[in-house]
């Protein structure tokens, strides 16, 4: 029996996120990691696009980082009580770098420090309903679990991810149209007075990308302000990634709070959730705080040892400048490649991000303009770029990472590779079977 056999049998579908359950790669077994490398239990190697969703900025298996991690962990190991010099360091790092952090809470995924966001806001507002937008992905946690890669006919209306989630909560998410001013303006007339969150991906990569708007963001800032909602920016993906400071240092607009993950520690497992100290005051990690937060491991200093390395590598080395480069160069080249091969696609993304959608133009601004993508050629040659070694996801709409790991070879060879599979996902017509390849959204409810 191979080893994938082996997980069937004892790991619900063999693996352990519902993310990681790709068709026609059932098979594959991950053994060894490095740079911008990964290679399988048949010693097949694929350059990695994928990029376990986004965290390793700096390439697998940075040796800095893990130097540091090796470091911490010959001298010190989770006690659970107090505090260490490291967690200080690193949220000293993350308020001066982050422009909404006055004060932080380290977790252990991004997806702790999404709820704890929203927990918070409805302590302090004292309101119920949190807005999300549809496309945007904030975790697993039910008052967010909705609306995300949804069917055409469950746009509009609560689309859960999973079933057993009761309806009182998915009533109290209010989803709206990303990039809509006029969206959020309503949602504030109609409903600002029980508006206790809005919570967004500030591009929300989770469906590749879709670039905000300027007046986007300052209404949605201008909404929060004047109702007094709590504005959540979930950085899990762009925080690090898209600047030290996150998008927002970026786009220049500063939410209450902010919540990190992924790429502030390369790999390792955190969260982090920092913010207006008036609010972030309110945890319990403070005696007498009202809102309870926990965490066996928030603050692991294996995890803190691998953000504070990854915090100084971003800050010394031009990792920023490589990633934008080789971003820019592979959205360039492959929109070039696209009209000489006269295949009508928006090549978008940001930085380090890119992502090819099988659509006219011009670049899509929220989630029902991305239903003009052609999902079967989509998934299709991303198949025939596994084939060739490039990994980029083979799931609908999934957006794909460079590193600094990530050369210039590598580049060329990724748009080699997207041609010769290009030519052969036109050849066979695209994927034929599109079952399982848009993971987030149409539970039954
Ligand atoms: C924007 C965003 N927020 C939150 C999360 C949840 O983070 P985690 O998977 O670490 O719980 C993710 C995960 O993909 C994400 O992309």
């Known amino acids: ?19 990681r359950s790709i068709p026609g790669l059932t098979d594959l077994v991950i053994t060894r990691t490095q ?52 967690e200080v360091l690193l949220a000293e790092q993350l308020a001066e770098l982050v422009p909404s952090i006055e004060k932080v809470l380290l977790t252990s995924t991004g997806s702790e420090a999404t709820f704890h966001a929203l ?15 549809q496309g945007c992905y904030h975790g697993w946690h039910d008052a967010v679990s909705l609306n995300v890669i949804s069917a055409p006919d469950r746009i509009g209306r609560p689309d ?14 209010l989803v709206l149209r990303f990039n809509d001013v006029e969206a959020v303006r309503r949602a504030f007339a109609d409903h600002g007075d029980d508006i206790a969150a809005v919570i967004l991906e500030p591009v929300p990569h ?55 993950g992924k790429a502030i520690a390369n790999g390792a497992p955190v969260g982090a959730l920092g913010g207006r100290a008036d609010l972030m005051e309110h945890f319990s990690s403070r005696p007498g705080g009202p809102v309870f937060f926990a965490g066996t491991y928030n603050g692991h200093p294996d995890v803190v040892a691998a953000a504070s390395a990854t915090v100084r590598k971003l800050r010394e080395e031009p990792v920023h400048e490589h990633v934008f480069r080789l971003g820019d160069r592979v959205r360039r080249e492959l929109d070039a490649l696209y009209r000489r091969l ?76 997207t041609e010769r599979a290009v030519g ?18 149409g539970a039954r409810h």
């Open 342 to 417: 006269d295949v009508p696609v928006v090549v978008t993304g940001f930085g380090s991000v890119f992502v090819t959608y099988f659509m006219p133009g011009p670049a899509p601004r929220s989630y029902d303009d991305l239903l003009a993508n052609d999902a079967s050629r989509f998934v299709g040659y991303r198949r025939r770029l596994v084939e060739q070694g490039v990994f980029e996801l083979p799931l609908n709409l999934k957006r794909s990472h460079l590193s600094y790991a990530h050369t210039d070879a590598d580049v060329d060879r990724l748009l080699e590779a």
């Open 160 to 173: 859960p991810t999973s079933t057993g989630i009761l309806p009182e909560v998915l009533d109290a998410t």
């Open 1 to 19: 029996m191979t080893l994938a056999e082996r997980a069937r049998r004892v790991i619900p579908g063999g693996v352990n996120s519902g993310q």
């Open 424 to 441: 052969a996902m036109l050849a066979d017509g695209g994927a034929d079977d599109l079952r399982h390849t848009s993971t987030m959204g």
């Open 35 to 86: 740079g911008s490398r990964f290679w399988d239990s048949t010693g097949r190697e694929f350059t990695d696009y994928h990029a376990a969703f986004g965290p390793p900025l700096l390439g697998h298996n940075d040796p800095d980082v893990a130097a540091a991690v090796a470091a911490a962990r010959a001298s010190l190991s989770l006690t659970g009580v107090a505090v260490t010099e490291g």
């Open 119 to 133: 927990r918070l806001a409805r302590a302090v507002t004292g309101r119920r309903l949190v807005v999300k937008f």
């Open 206 to 260: 989770n469906v590749g990308a879709l670039l905000p708007t300027d007046d986007f963001l300052r209404t949605l800032r201008e909404e929060c302000t004047r109702a007094g909602s709590v504005l959540v920016f979930d950085e899990v993906i762009t925080g690090f990634r898209h600047a030290l400071g996150g998008y927002q240092e970026v786009a220049g607009i500063v939410p209450d709070l902010t919540t990190l």
